[in-house]
């Protein structure tokens, strides 16, 4: 009887085991089918998901944070399904690509960090991201390989080898994202302007100003463009940001600083950034001519020049005719006052060409990198104010190569759309044929924002005034979900 009692107790373990691996097949076939069933109408016009498939998410997240194996299983299984989706989405909806700017935290190490940042970035339509990786002075690269002269943004013990901005390429892609790397360019930040052995690679204007008084946040530390040194260090971070495979560069900060009041003009050749050492060689070095290199010197260093300056080069150097400059054609008669114009003509195309040269620069290391690369710029940085004045920016992006991405940043704030859809328009008309334009506007979705017309609004704008576009970004993520990326800034590690 005891033995007749254990086969049947056997025969139930076996009928239960079996009853149970049925069961778990059957939860599993249902889990499967409510994650696809949810996958396949949850997109509104702009691509968002449905607060069913964001809370289904994130709960998986969640459990699969915690050990689950079924929840992480299903978690990875859900965010293929929304990538489909959301690509299925995009490709029939405008702009076919929907970007967003983001900056990533210390705090972002956490697990499940970048994994709920990357989620929110899906549900709500975007399928790529601009993260920052280079910005105020900080790189987004593992304290252990950070060979540049930045300090790494990432500086906690423990910490040193995790790498953010690999991550966030593995995270994004996982999910269907695009993930370009954000980097400043002539602006390297207040670290690097406190460093006794780079103090003469920053840029100086006449007054032997730096830009860190001269902007009013005191943060920003723009460089001489000319300056080798300059040119060494950043070529090493781009290559290093290249090496983690983004799919594109975006170089920001491609300009001189910006003052305020009177300062946000230049007008005298002392207004201008070229007094460094390396720029102010550079300017000499564009005359043809002994005549023409003292005239230069004249002008830069009095701001001016006179009738006895011209005599007095001419005694200097009399087998010479008269002086010659890159760029000028003589003429007879001349006057003083006609080369002052024409010195000031060719110092503020010197300083013009120092930006155009190191974008070059930039975007050779990420192209070498197997990097595309972009230009990020204000659609107003290039403009003549007055009579031989300039914005001080001296951004001469209608000169940037029509081979670059151009994301032209168009902030205006009028409370309507049209001061926005200007901007846009003066590079649309500005571009060279087959340029890629992605216009970057700054607001939030639903309402108006510091007197900005709703994302919505501006981007129906857009549509109607350059329908040719089909890339648009916003600006910025924190903007968007500030509870979150407050958390996910100020939270303590340790």
């Known amino acids: 009887m005891f033995n007749g ?24 076939l249902l889990s499967q089918c ?4 949810t996958a396949q109408a949850q997109t509104n016009a702009y691509c968002q998901l449905n607060n069913e498939a964001i809370t289904q998410k994130e709960n998986l997240r969640i459990n699969s944070l915690k050990g689950n194996s079924d929840s992480e299983k299903n978690y990875k299984t859900l965010l293929k399904q929304h990538a489909d989706s959301l690509q299925q989405c995009r490709s029939r909806t405008w702009p076919k690509d929907q970007a ?35 910005f105020d002075g900080q790189v987004l690269l593992p304290l252990s390989e950070n060979q540049t002269p930045w300090p790494s943004v990432v500086r906690t013990p423990g910490t040193e080898k995790v790498d953010l901005l690999a991550q966030a390429i593995q995270k994004g892609h996982e999910r269907g ?35 860190l008084s001269f902007v009013e946040d005191g943060s920003q530390a723009f460089i001489d463009p000319y300056s080798n040194q300059a040119k060494s260090d950043y070529y090493r971070l781009v290559e ?34 070229i007094f460094s050492d390396a720029s102010r060689e550079a300017l000499y070095n564009r005359a043809l001519n002994n005549q023409g290199r003292e005239l230069i010197r004249r002008y830069v260093s009095k701001g001016s020049i006179s009738d006895g300056d011209i005599k007095a080069v001419e005694k200097l150097y009399p087998d010479e005719g008269v ?29 013009a060409q120092g930006v155009l040269d190191f974008l070059a620069l930039a975007t050779l290391a990420a192209e070498r990198g197997g990097t595309k690369a972009g230009a990020v710029f204000f659609p107003d940085g290039n403009q003549v104010v007055g009579r031989g004045g300039y914005d001080s920016r001296l951004q001469p992006w209608d000169h940037f190569p029509g081979s670059l991405e151009w994301h032209p940043m168009s902030y205006a704030t009028c409370g309507r759309t049209s001061c926005i859809e200007n901007l846009v328009k003066r590079v649309v008309d500005r ?34 005034v350059a329908p040719q576009i089909n890339s648009v970004s916003h600006f910025a993520y924190s903007w968007q979900d500030p509870e979150f990326d407050k958390a996910r800034k100020f939270c303590q590690l340790q």
């Not at 003589?330 to 300083?351: C, D, F, I, K, N």
């Open 323 to 351: 002086p010659q400059w890159q760029g000028r054609t003589p003429s007879a008669g001349e006057t003083a006052a006609s080369l002052r114009w024409q010195l000031w003509q060719l110092s503020v195309a010197h300083a």
């Open 34 to 37: 409510l994650i696809t069933q």
């Open 240 to 273: 290093a940001v290249a090496k983690r495979r983004p799919d594109g560069i975006l170089f920001d900060y491609i300009r001189y600083p910006r003052g305020s009041g009177s300062d946000s003009v230049v007008a005298k050749v002392k207004d201008l950034w």
């Open 5 to 28: 009692f254990l086969k049947r107790a056997r025969s139930w373990q076996r009928l239960d085991r079996s009853l149970v691996a049925m069961l778990l097949t059957s939860t599993n």
């Open 177 to 211: 994202l695009e993930v370009y790397a954000w980097v400043f360019t002539m602006n390297f930040g207040y670290s690097y302007a406190q460093r006794s052995d780079r103090q003469s690679v920053l840029a100086r204007n006449g007054k032997g100003q730096t830009s």
């Open 431 to 464: 571009a060279p044929s087959g340029t890629m334009v992605a216009p970057a506007i700054a607001g939030t979705w639903g309402q108006p924002m510091r007197n900005r017309p709703s994302l919505e609004a501006q981007m129906q704008a857009l549509r109607r």
């Open 100 to 134: 967003i700017w983001l900056r990533l935290y210390p705090c972002d190490v956490r697990p499940g960090s970048l994994d709920a940042v990357m989620d929110r970035l899906v549900n709500l339509g975007y399928n790529q991201v601009y993260v920052e990786a280079f």
